[in-house]
């Protein structure tokens, strides 16, 4: 199992796992003609993708997925309440085909080709958002992104993971003398809005397990973060844990706009 990273963050998210006969997109917020070209420069093919995940319908996530299910025919997995928020969203042009919506529930796993993937409930302030434990033989890949705050459940899931992706959206102090509104920055700050650095360490402190062998921090802010800063301050809640980056796990941070090359998931 292989992982790559093409977009996280404001302005795009798009994530793929992938082996060497299937693929699996988590979310499709980069435009297709972009995507065609990564793709193009990692040596990989769009006919790859056999079937997409999305986490919630906010644009930034969601903003190409009817054009990219259009032209390769491919079904877009998530929940009820998701695919509606889609069908709703005036910034999803086109919108996913009747015939290739696929309906997932919370804490059921299914198999979506090669995969055992679960969704789990992220509390963020969308008409709903799921994380993803994703299964390939015995590893474990979490994706959890645009989460207020980090409960027990998804705790446990990444007390499950060999490989995670977290969110480390922003820095409390940037936020907080930062030129955002009062409201924006009460809504991003909140239990459902978006996890900061410091919480993504406190997460990581609390639920990383002995499994866990790669972390990867996403979907920062442009303006409320920086992601020197944002390794530096897991680095530290996690150093002052006894937890050595590098030793006991990897840590990396993801490109707001650019791929971040490709990872083996062993």
């Not at 301050?233 to 791929?259: A, C, M, W």
């Given at each position: 199992?292989?992982?790559?990273?093409?977009?996280?963050?404001?302005?795009?998210?798009?994530?793929?796992?992938?082996?060497?006969?299937?693929?699996?997109?988590?979310?499709?917020?980069?435009?297709?003609?972009?995507?065609?070209?990564?793709?193009?420069?990692?040596?990989?093919?769009?006919?790859?993708?056999?079937?997409?995940?999305?986490?919630?319908?906010?644009?930034?996530?969601?903003?190409?997925?009817?054009?990219?299910?259009?032209?390769?025919?491919?079904?877009?997995?998530?929940?009820?309440?998701?695919?509606?928020?889609?069908?709703?969203?005036?910034?999803?042009?086109?919108?996913?085909?009747?015939?290739?919506?696929?309906?997932?529930?919370?804490n059921v796993t299914v198999e979506i080709g090669d995969f055992k993937v679960t969704p789990f409930d992220v509390p963020h302030d969308s008409q709903d958002n799921v994380g993803y434990l994703i299964q390939h033989?015995?590893?474990?890949?979490?994706?959890?992104?645009?989460?207020?705050?980090?409960?027990?459940?998804?705790?446990?899931?990444?007390?499950?993971?060999?490989?995670?992706?977290?969110?480390?959206?922003?820095?409390?102090?940037?936020?907080?003398?930062?030129?955002?509104?009062?409201?924006?920055?009460?809504?991003?700050?909140?239990?459902?809005?978006?996890?900061?650095?410091?919480?993504?360490?406190?997460?990581?402190?609390?639920?990383?397990?002995?499994?866990?062998?790669?972390?990867?921090?996403?979907?920062?802010?442009?303006?409320?973060?920086?992601?020197?800063?944002?390794?530096?301050?897991?680095?530290?809640?996690?150093?002052?844990?006894?937890?050595?980056?590098?030793?006991?796990?990897?840590?990396?941070?993801?490109?707001?706009?650019?791929?971040?090359?490709?990872?083996?998931?062993?």
């Open positions: 199992m292989k992982f790559i990273s093409f977009s996280s963050g404001s302005s795009g998210n798009c994530y793929f796992i992938f082996t060497e006969h299937d693929g699996l997109m988590i979310d499709a917020g980069v435009g297709v003609r972009q995507l065609k070209k990564d793709f193009v420069n990692y040596g990989l093919s769009m006919s790859s993708i056999k079937n997409i995940l999305l986490t919630h319908d906010h644009a930034d996530h969601v903003k190409s997925v009817g054009s990219l299910c259009h032209d390769l025919m491919v079904p877009v997995y998530s929940t009820k309440k998701v695919h509606r928020g889609v069908e709703g969203n005036y910034c999803v042009r086109r919108k996913i085909e009747l015939g290739l919506a696929r309906f997932l529930e919370k033989g015995d590893t474990k890949f979490c994706m959890v992104t645009d989460v207020g705050c980090v409960t027990e459940e998804i705790g446990g899931f990444i007390s499950s993971a060999d490989y995670l992706v977290l969110e480390a959206n922003h820095d409390i102090e940037m936020l907080r003398s930062g030129t955002y509104p009062y409201i924006l920055k009460q809504r991003i700050a909140s239990e459902r809005g978006h996890l900061s650095n410091h919480d993504c360490g406190e997460a990581l402190v609390r639920y990383a397990t002995e499994r866990l062998k790669h972390v990867w921090l996403c979907h920062l802010s442009n303006e409320n973060n920086h992601p020197e800063l944002a390794r530096k301050t897991v680095e530290y809640l996690l150093q002052s844990h006894g937890i050595t980056p590098g030793k006991d796990f990897l840590l990396d941070v993801l490109n707001r706009t650019r791929p971040t090359g490709i990872f083996s998931l062993e």
